[in-house]
């Protein structure tokens, strides 16, 4: 019995809540066991609620709604639900009855004011994120207690005396719950693991690691098996395969790349149209499903880059070794070779299993010289590519163009790279531009993709795609109420359908105008995130109906399961129904597990990038800086430099007036002056205090605005 079977019967409007037994008459089971294991689990995923009389219903039918809970530092938090569609839930310090940040609970509605945001109270909480807490021991007197490094934890966790596992006075330490927070209660824990003193070198991103439940080493058994992986292609394999050896084939990654995953080719037909070879590294060759290598990859879902490491989803003899693309070695693929017209449109494709071999190492800088700067020495070096680069650089034009007529969405918000010494100390900040020959690969991945998720989906079959679903009416109507203030509107339908092309519309629209970052920086916040699942929900960011991940099988596990399936699409022809069902099964939970491990990498990636933005920064206290206002809340404004390092002007810094908060079109208006601060307006500051610890660089207005001349 399958859980969407339950949720079908439960949407209709005739249901009421019905007992378990009534369940199993009404939908005919036959596995009771499996029947009621389903129901309970169902239960604890927040999908359906058993009421006090073991009667089981919808949330939304009950005057509930579960979610995800989202906490601030300040101690309320907000209710994320499931169903996306819904609006976030206030739920306030006072109601979270236990609760704590990122668990998965289950509230009931409070009365509230008409047109604002809705409050809720959680009742009970189904699933609890926070087993095992990182933070600071902290010793006073014969009291212990850990201070959580994320805020969002704003309880301390008392400590037993006997349970602090030898940490000593303000060293870092792993926590684990061993009694929950209660109304008016701490949570209680001990100490499992010491990392180290706060201020000892790598204890920093070490901590970050732990936080997010990162995994720095393999177990000994997957090691084993990634071991005995024989070197080198048996001649029967090469037989089974189609030998592109002879290809013009080139990589091009990051200079510090190990996992080199994709390789393209690219030659111009007879016809006048392109064709373009993307090949995949064959992941599924080496990594058995079931196998010991499959359940690590599985649970890890995707390579983390933090800086100064990788921890990667498959051991370094295939990440780096056996699977990845290096130049001049034989290597299995798996090949998607695209016949494209003028018009950037897919005339015709083929998929199969290849073996190939690299010609060239190229990196991103390397083929920017080549195209942008007609470096001498490299346009000599590389005399027989010059011509391919350049028949890709018109390719990726013909393709971006294509995208742009369909309505994708293409923000450009700047990136960063940190630059740190050998102990792992940040010596400088880099702006990192998107150059055509980043633009080269994001485009002919992006097409690879489509034409896999096309296939797959052509033919019926099992697959993890990747979907961007549109945004929620609750948020366009937040959207184009705070547009019209600037004179803008997007158009939508009674159902909240909207199209991509009206968002990318706009962005041209504002493109170049003083409130080009603002509108950019409102759009991205009513989006939804990227996520992977069983289901083909389209692509609203990309405007791409079929849509998946297939180009990175070394670092994503999704991708490893799109060529699974293809694979043996490939070799046996179409499933049979239990294998149908076992690989549906599959996507489903793949989806899911991917979905999260993405979300705590993402997370983690960027909170040592924060980190070492922070540490680099306590030497320029004092310094001035010019930046552009990127945020502003009810306390002040955010300040980000050219460098991308942010921080806060707080309200209490600027004492030539009053300012008032306006939430409604996000502005610090001055009380008497009138002179108001607004997202992307230029300023120029004074770093004036750097806390590594609690991750935040505090600023003071400097300059023209500080004098009071009225600008706004």
């Known amino acids: 019995m399958e859980q969407e079977a339950v949720l079908e019967l439960m949407r209709q409007k005739s249901y009421r809540p019905l007992l378990a037994e009534e369940l199993i008459r009404e939908l005919g ?18 999908l359906i609620v058993r009421t006090r009389k073991d009667k089981y219903g919808l949330p939304e039918k009950m005057g509930l709604i579960s979610g995800r809970l989202q906490a601030n530092p300040k101690g309320f938090a907000f209710l994320i639900p499931l169903v996306q569609s819904q609006t976030d839930v206030f739920i306030s310090a006072s109601n979270l009855n236990g609760a704590m940040h990122g668990d998965l609970v289950l509230a009931r509605f409070l009365p509230g004011l008409t047109g604002k945001r809705p409050e809720g109270e959680i009742i009970r909480v189904l699933q609890r994120a926070q087993k095992q807490v990182v933070g600071t021991y902290e010793q006073n007197g014969r009291l212990g207690f850990v201070v959580p490094d994320d805020p969002r934890l704003f309880q301390d966790i008392f400590i037993p005396s006997e349970e602090t596992g030898g940490a000593r006075h303000k060293d870092k330490v792993v926590v684990e719950i061993t009694r929950w927070p209660e109304r008016r209660r701490n949570p209680e824990g001990r100490v499992v693991e010491v990392l180290g003193a706060s201020d000892a070198p790598g204890v920093d991103i070490l901590s970050v690691v732990k936080k997010y439940g990162l995994k720095t080493e393999f177990p000994p058994e997957v090691l084993e ?33 190990k996992d080199l995953d994709d390789a393209v080719s690219l030659e111009r037909l007879p016809n006048g149209n392109y064709r373009l070879g993307v090949h995949i590294a064959d992941v599924s060759h080496y990594v058995r499903e079931g196998s010991a290598l499959d359940r690590e990859a599985f649970e890890r879902g995707t390579s983390v880059y933090l800086l100064d ?47 190939i071999r690299v010609q060239e190492r190229m990196t991103y800088e390397t083929v920017r010289r080549i195209l942008v700067d007609e470096d001498p020495e490299l346009l000599q070096r590389y005399a027989h590519l010059v011509g391919d680069f350049h028949l890709m650089a018109e390719l990726c034009h013909i393709l971006y163009r294509r995208r742009m007529r369909r309505g994708a969405i ?30 080269i690969i994001e ?27 549109e945004p929620a009416m609750d948020k366009l109507e937040e959207l184009n109420n705070f547009l019209r203030r600037l004179g803008y509107f997007l158009k939508y339908n009674r159902q909240g359908r909207i199209s991509p092309r009206l968002f990318q519309g706009l962005l041209k629209k504002v493109e170049g105008r003083p409130e080009e970052r ?9 989006l939804m995130h990227a996520r992977y699942a069983p289901d083909c929900l389209g692509h609203f960011g990309l405007a791409s109906k079929y849509y998946c991940h297939f180009t990175s099988p070394i670092r994503r596990y999704p991708d490893l399961v799109v060529h699974r399936i293809l694979k043996e699409l490939l070799e046996k022809g179409p499933f049979s129904p239990r294998r149908e069902a076992a690989l549906a099964s599959l996507a489903e939970r793949a989806s899911q597990k991917a979905s999260e491990r993405e979300k705590a990498a993402e997370e983690a990636e ?73 997202i992307g307006q230029e300023v120029e500051v004074q770093v004036s205090r750097v806390n590594v610890n609690s991750r935040q660089i505090d600023f003071e207005l400097v300059g023209r605005l500080y004098k009071g001349n009225g600008q706004s």
Not at 40 to 45: G, H, K, P, S
Not at 228 to 255: C, F, H, M, Q
Not at 410 to 439: C, H, T, W, Y
């Open 225 to 257: 098996e990634a071991r005995l992986l024989k070197d080198g292609i048996a001649p029967e394999e090469v037989e089974r395969r189609r030998d592109l050896r002879s290809w013009r084939l080139v990589t091009i990654d990051g200079a510090d790349a």
């Open 518 to 526: 603002l509108v950019n920086t409102v759009l991205l916040r009513s």
């Open 606 to 678: 960027r909170e040592v990038l924060d980190l070492k933005k922070v540490e680099f920064m306590q030497r320029h206290v004092g310094d001035v800086f010019k930046g552009i206002v990127s945020g502003v809340v009810n306390y002040g404004f955010f300040v980000e430099l050219e460098n991308t390092v942010e921080g806060l002007v707080h309200i209490s810094t600027i004492p030539d007036d009053y300012y008032h908060f306006n939430e409604e079109d996000l502005t610090l208006v001055g009380e008497h002056t009138g002179r108001t601060f607004r």
């Open 29 to 46: 089971v036959e596995d009771i066991p499996a029947f009621l294991d389903l129901l309970r689990r169902m239960e604890l995923e927040g």
């Open 410 to 439: 293409d923000f450009n918000f700047p990136e960063a790279k940190v630059i740190l010494d050998e102990a792992g100390k940040p010596v400088g900040i880099i702006r990192m531009e998107r150059s055509i020959a980043e633009q």
């Open 443 to 469: 485009e002919f991945m992006i097409l690879a993709n489509e034409t896999v998720a096309t296939h797959l989906h052509a033919l019926d079959a099992p697959c993890v795609y990747r979907v961007h679903e």
């Open 309 to 355: 490491r990788v921890l990667p989803m498959l051991p370094p003899r295939l990440s780096n070794n056996l699977c990845s693309l290096n130049a001049g070695e034989d290597r299995l693929a798996l090949s998607v070779v695209m016949e494209v017209d003028t018009h950037g449109e897919v005339r015709d494709y083929e998929i199969f299993p290849s073996i």
